[in-house]
């Protein structure tokens, strides 16, 4: 057998959340995802352009439930690609505008993430990967990621046209 065709991606996410509209407003409004379509007061689903969802969202099994104790087992995160570092300043710099708090931000090598949770604590990853020829590799060419601190401040002066570092 072989393995997963190399051209498989992950599509999208669907999350059981607490408070349907709460959440509607977190991910179209701190996120900017665009309502597509709803299915009453139980479902909706977003998108970042006119594709048909990139997340779900519904309350099915979950109305008014809380979130996962700390120590049990479930989503860790889920995580946003952008396209470019600017793309990923812009939404950075869009969350925190909207004084919703980031629980960490991380230089990965072959990329640059932000985390945060939504109303529920499902953890999102926000990032931007490095291209291929600049990613860190071992000397027999592995990926050799890691994790440091990442610089907000400098990913930040990009979101609107500053002089941060232009990879």
């Not at 969202?57 to 087992?73: C, D, F, Q, Y």
């Amino acid at each position: 057998m072989s393995g997963i065709d190399p051209g498989a991606r992950i599509g999208h996410v669907h999350l059981k959340v607490a408070d349907l509209e709460r959440s509607i407003a977190f991910y179209r409004d701190v996120l900017g995802f665009r309502l597509r379509q709803r299915f009453g007061p139980q479902a909706a689903f977003l998108a970042a352009n006119d594709y048909h969802h990139h997340i779900g969202l519904n309350t099915w099994e979950s109305a008014g439930g809380s979130p996962p104790p700390p120590g049990s087992v479930g989503l860790y995160h889920f995580a946003i690609l952008f396209p470019t570092r600017r793309a990923l300043a812009q939404a950075v710099a869009r969350v925190l505008a909207h004084g919703w708090p980031l629980v960490g931000a991380s230089d990965h090598g072959v990329s640059e993430a932000v985390y945060l949770e939504d109303p529920d604590r499902n953890g999102i990853e926000l990032y931007w990967d490095r291209p291929r020829e600049l990613w860190p590799t071992t000397p027999d060419g592995q990926v050799a990621m890691y994790t440091r601190p990442l610089d907000l401040g400098d990913l930040l002066a990009l979101a609107d046209g500053g002089a941060g570092v232009p990879l």
